[in-house]
């Protein structure tokens, strides 16, 4: 009898020290369910989340890009021109490019370069206020991890090259998930945006051209007008462009529109007095 009691005894314990074993395997092997996402599936929720915000982006900044490009046409390449002499015509308020000042005729035309400078300043401005409001502050990526949008750390440049615009970023967006509560972190860069058949960089060659004619005092019209259209006219064949003297035989307004279907404009005058 006391021996069949030993024997249930051990039985007992082999079997709560199979119980032990068990619950600690399971306890190994379920850990970071209960402390987080397991690290692998942590990676796939993170990973595929880098797409998404990369294509969020790309629209996004296409959006703003051509907000920013209707402004800056308005304005001559300007964010705000308001320091320049206007003329009022055809509905817009058209900003005088090339006067005469003592006697010295005044090229107002901006570079390239200061345009894509004025990009940058309508994104401090107004842009990136756009750019979060069309992002809806990651709020589809909200879903799945964590995201820092790093707004204070984003810089971003601008480039028009011959038939297309570029936005270039340098700015990193953090997104993370828990493992074993801890965050794993990963950056997400942004890629560059090209918005392809812009013709803003015909419509500005033109402008510059215009420009520099007349202020070497030679009329941009007639031979000189007509010349430069059979030259280099291909390149505005999907620009629309009209020229008319106002509101005296002095001043002559310009208005370049493009044909496309969101269309942008590059508008100046000249006042040859």
């Known amino acids: 009898m006391l021996c069949n009691q030993k024997r249930g005894q051990i039985a007992l314990f082999i079997i709560i020290a199979i119980l032990i074993v068990v619950a600690v395997a399971l306890v190994f092997i379920f850990k970071p369910k209960f402390l987080g996402f397991g690290l692998g599936d ?3 929720r993170l990973e595929g989340q880098i797409e998404p915000i990369k294509t969020a982006v790309s629209e996004c900044s296409e959006e703003v890009a051509m907000n920013a490009v209707k402004v800056l046409g308005l304005n001559s390449g300007y964010y705000s021109a308001s320091y320049l002499d206007k003329i009022e015509y055809g509905g817009f308020s058209i900003p005088v490019v090339l006067k005469k000042e003592n006697s010295v005729r005044i090229n107002y035309l901006p570079s390239l370069t200061d345009i894509e400078q004025n990009f940058v300043v309508y994104m401090e401005n107004q842009g990136f206020d756009e750019l979060d409001t069309c992002l809806n502050d990651f709020s589809f990526a909200k879903r799945v991890v964590n995201v820092n949008p ?3 750390n984003r810089k971003i440049a601008f480039e028009i090259r011959e038939n297309s615009l570029v936005i270039i970023y340098d700015w990193n967006i953090i997104i993370s998930a828990t493992v074993d ?3 794993l972190p990963i950056n997400v860069k942004p890629r560059s945006t090209t918005i392809n058949g812009i013709p803003f960089h015909q419509m500005y060659k033109f402008a510059s ?3 520099n004619t007349e202020a070497q005092q ?3 019209e007639g031979l ?3 010349n430069y ?3 280099f ?3 505005l064949r999907d620009v629309d462009i009209t020229k008319q003297n106002y509101p005296t035989s002095e001043q002559t307004v310009y208005i370049l529109k493009s044909k496309t279907e969101n269309p942008i404009y590059f508008n100046f005058a000249i006042n040859h007095e």
Do not use: C, S, Y
Request: without cysteine; hydrophobic residues 40%.
């Open 42 to 44: 942590a990676r796939v």
């Open 150 to 152: 790093n707004k204070e």
């Open 181 to 183: 509560g801890k965050e």
């Open 209 to 211: 051209e215009a420009v």
């Open 218 to 220: 030679i009329r941009f």
């Open 224 to 226: 000189v007008f007509d």
């Open 229 to 231: 259209l059979r030259n």
């Open 233 to 235: 006219g291909f390149g």
